[in-house]
């Protein structure tokens, strides 16, 4: 698999930082931010393939973070973290550029599947662009 960036954004610490250990574990590069706003000022300094974004956050949403990436980094893939009360929030991002959505708890191999498919169509997104 190749070397590829990822940002996870989420307000739950534990979350962040265990998915940043276990992406790292696999051989990604892996970032994780706690905000929204943290996680769009990690993304203006680096370049990152895929986001995996939580929907619900204090301060700013999921929804308004995704539509701040897909204008500054049009090609980086979004993977929506959704509870069992935000799957229309899903679906708003689907609508908006994400690659999908997930409920959470979300198994982690699952997730990796997910994140490793979002990784492949930004491949071809930017062959088709250049």
Aim: hydrophobic share 40%; no cysteine; charged share 30%.
């Amino acid at each position: 698999m190749d070397r590829f960036r990822v940002l996870v954004i989420d307000d739950e610490i534990d979350f962040v930082e265990t998915m940043v250990k276990r992406l790292k574990d696999r051989g990604l590069e892996a970032d994780g931010a706690t905000s929204g706003p943290e996680g769009l000022d990690l993304l203006d300094n680096k370049d990152v393939d895929v986001v995996v974004l939580d929907v619900k956050m204090p301060k700013m949403s999921g929804i308004e973070v995704l539509r701040e990436i897909k204008k500054k980094k049009p090609l980086t893939e979004v993977i929506m973290l959704t509870g069992h009360g935000s799957v229309e929030a899903g679906i708003q991002g689907l609508q908006l550029g994400a690659y999908n959505y997930v409920m959470k708890p979300v198994p982690f191999s699952e997730l990796l599947t997910l994140i490793v498919q979002a990784y492949e169509r930004k491949l071809i997104e930017q062959e088709r662009d250049s």
